[in-house]
């Protein structure tokens, strides 16, 4: 009897200590967001005579007002909305195109399997892993040729390229699932290969392809290699602007207009997240091949 | 009439998928050979086809920053890749005690995922410079003589890459494993129970051991990130203090780009190939052959 209150006691104790355990964690967890917020609404002043996790004083917009349209960046002195706006103009055609062409691709590989569409399936897998150090000069040359280096439409065809491996994936994946005998018995009745896709697959379509569109909207707005490499000064994206910006030498550093222009640039991912974390959570485990 | 019409259904399959076969010949593979012609010519600040045998490797192989570039990444990738695991097990150990707010609590492990690398290397760029920062804030409490100045200590700035990185992906691991726990039965841990093991004992022995093929899974992401890590370091610390976060991902950047020797950089891209390679085909090849 003693034993066991004795274990409860223990049991009780042990769950307290994870709670702890699992808020303190929260907390370091939440740090970094925490410093960005705060330090985007204090003066320069006060960053300077303060310490990194004071509240402010008094709160100012005037770093937001300053990231968004007055902060030079490059040659500019326009704040970070023109790329902001860039990463707009990449991110959504990007990120529609590469998901249609992956649930047609998906579509062929699990249900319309040829010969040799295993291995061709295979090889484009492959495609998602490789460092894309190994692509990057002849895609420079290429985009060259094309006339289409340093524009808006070089960064969206690659990452419409190097995003239909990822697509094509999560789709091939998702329809496996789906049985097989339904697909047969609509071919038996004589519908044809869009018809099907059309009539059985694409009413139940809707959470992959919102896997699919929060996958490749945070991939494409948070990339910085492809951006860095094959923009000019105008169509750079947002995460290469705000390197710019925070990396800059030749002006005083203003460590509040760099926070709040760093949350300007994560907003619209952490928001996507907020919203539908369900759906991020599944991109990343199709990601891990499952 | 009829069988040409069926011959052009069979077909479209096949035309569906025939861009994407284009793109993946001549933009994957296509590129990596075009690359590798690239490493074995003399060319600099434009392509030349000149052959010029494996010089450009003898080079690399010579060269003293590439030596440290990859030690960085042994460095970078093991101790992220360790801890990673480490606190992603324990927070997936620890949710899975069938904790109230869990939704919250992942939520919150999670997010950094979703940011951008540029973002978040901003801000802990912030938090670890000395005069602003953490050694600041603790000056201020009090203790004078307290000192963290990793990010530009030469000896140390590869460490503050590898906490900043860490706090990005550990969620991510967290994640997958608690994917895995939630996938054991738990008669065998009901019955080690009624014996009498004890919970940790009970996590070592019979729980740990069964998450092996999620932990392969995570490790091999986690080395594929640490080899393709690069905006982190740039907004961080640019490679410096000096050359001593420089890795190849960097390196590679650098000499082609800013140094103009492109033959010598597209020869650093290949190097970095075979190193995902290495790990990566053998594990695709495994999970292609258990779906089958």
Known sequence: MIGSAKEKVLSQLSRVFIYILLFICAVYFLLPIFVMIITSLKDIDEIKNGNLLALPETITFQPW?????????????????????????????????????GALNGYVFSKWKFKGSEVFFSLLLFGCFIPFQVVLLPMSQTIGMMGISGSVFGLIFVHVIYGTAFTTLFFRNFYVSIPTELINAAKIDGAGFFRIFYKILLPVSLPIFMV??????????????????????????????????????????????????????????????????????????????? | ?????????????????????????????????????????????????????????????????????????????SLFIGFCLLFGLLLAIFIDQKIRFEGIFRTIYLYPMALSFIATGTVWQWMLNPGFGLENFMIQMGFENFTFDWIVDSEMAI??????????????????????????????????????????????????????????????????????????????????PGFSTVLPSIFMFDYSFA?????????????????????????LYRELRKNS
């Open chain 1, 65 to 101: 007002i300053e990231a968004w349209g007055e902060a030079r960046i490059g040659p500019k002195a326009e704040g970070i909305k023109p790329y902001f706006v860039n990463s707009i103009l990449i991110t959504v055609p990007a990120v529609l195109i590469s998901c249609i062409i």
């Open chain 2, 259 to 283: 140094r103009n020797k492109l033959a010598f950089g597209a020869s650093s891209a290949m190097i970095m190939l075979f190193f995902v390679m290495i790990f990566v085909v053998p594990y």
């Open chain 1, 212 to 290: 699919c569109i929060i996958w490749q909207m945070t991939q494409i707005w948070n990339e910085f290699l492809f951006g860095i490499t094959f923009s000019d000064a105008d169509t750079q994206p947002v995460t290469v602007a705000l390197n710019n910006l925070v990396n800059s030498t030749s002006t005083v550093k203003k460590y509040n207009v760099d926070m709040a222009a760093a949350l300007i640039a994560v907003a619209p991912t952490l928001i996507a997240y907020i919203i539908s974390g369900k759906y991020f959570v599944k991109g990343l485990m199709a990601g891990a091949v499952k």
């Open chain 2, 159 to 240: 460490y503050t890459i590898i906490i900043a990185a860490v706090w990005q992906s550990t969620g991510f691991v967290m994640v997958l494993l608690l994917a895995g726990l939630r996938g054991i039965s738990h008669e065998v841990i009901n019955a080690a129970k009624i014996d009498g093991a004890s919970m940790p004992r009970i996590y070592w022995k019979i729980i740990i051991p069964q998450l092996g093929p999620v932990f392969f899974s995570a490790v091999i992401i986690l080395l594929h990130l640490a080899i393709k890590t690069f905006d982190l370091v740039i907004v961080m610390t640019k490679g410096g």
């Open chain 2, 1 to 77: 009439m009829k069988s040409k019409l069926k011959f052009l259904e069979d077909s479209i399959p096949k035309l569906i998928v025939t861009p994407t076969f284009l793109i993946m010949v001549i933009f994957i593979y296509g590129f990596i050979f075009w690359n590798f012609i690239l490493s074995l010519t003399n060319s600099k600040i434009l392509p030349l086809y000149t052959f010029a045998g494996l010089k450009q490797y003898f080079a690399l192989f010579n060269n003293m920053k590439w030596w440290l570039a990859m030690e960085n990444l042994l460095i970078f990738s």
